[in-house]
């Protein structure tokens, strides 16, 4: 990780840059989100592969969990200088792999409560429901990040069948803030020492 990368992440490690940075992009402007209700969350996320049966790392930037009113939800801000035009498949690992975290959780709490779903196959109770996984992706590139910001615009379909194919596949978009861009009644939603970097950022395209 360069330095650059690393002083970004850092910021985003305090809990009110990150509640600033979550309420003005998610929420426009209103507090919604307190450093207070934040919690960290590991950055590192570890899968197993179907294929060979081996275990993967999964690396995130900056994930936290928000509780409110005995409701959470997961919230996580990866910091990109260049576009990676692979992140619409990067962002679905992280969230499946997030939300297989938490049944796993579940299933085993069934298990030790002996509260097994009818039929077995259902895997959870109906009443056992999961909290939202949302990922947000910082571009600090003066260029805006156009594609790719979905699945499909990552896809190859062959030329005669690509009206056919492309309604069955859900087009996973991410959600890319492009902060060089961010208007001026924007940046004066932050609160937080964030908004001195977005403003330096949007300086650079005037």
Known sequence: MGAKDLAEKNL???KDVFSDIVNVNLFGGRCYVSAEELSREPGELITKAVSDDK?????MDV???????NRSFFLCLENQSDKNNVMPVRDMGYQHAKYMEQIKEAKESN?????????????????????????????????EWKKPRCLNDMLEF??????ELEPWIPSYS?????????????????????K?????????ND
């Not at 275990?55 to 690396?59: D, E, I, T, Y």
């Not at 994930?63 to 009113?69: A, V």
């Not at 001195?196 to 650079?204: A, E, F, T």
């Open 12 to 14: 985003l490690q305090y």
């Open 196 to 204: 001195y970097i977005v403003r330096y950022l949007s300086c650079g």
């Open 174 to 194: 991410v959600c890319v803030i492009n902060l060089a861009s961010q208007p001026e009644t924007t940046i004066r939603q932050y609160q937080s020492d964030f």
């Open 111 to 143: 298990r030790k409560t002996g509260n097994y779903p009818t039929p077995m196959t259902k895997e959870l109770n109906d009443s056992q429901k999961l909290s939202p996984v949302i990922t947000l992706v910082l571009n600090y590139s003066q260029k």
């Open 55 to 59: 275990l993967r790392q999964l690396q």
């Open 158 to 163: 062959p030329e005669d069948m690509k009206c």
């Open 63 to 69: 994930p936290m969990k928000c509780k409110k009113h």
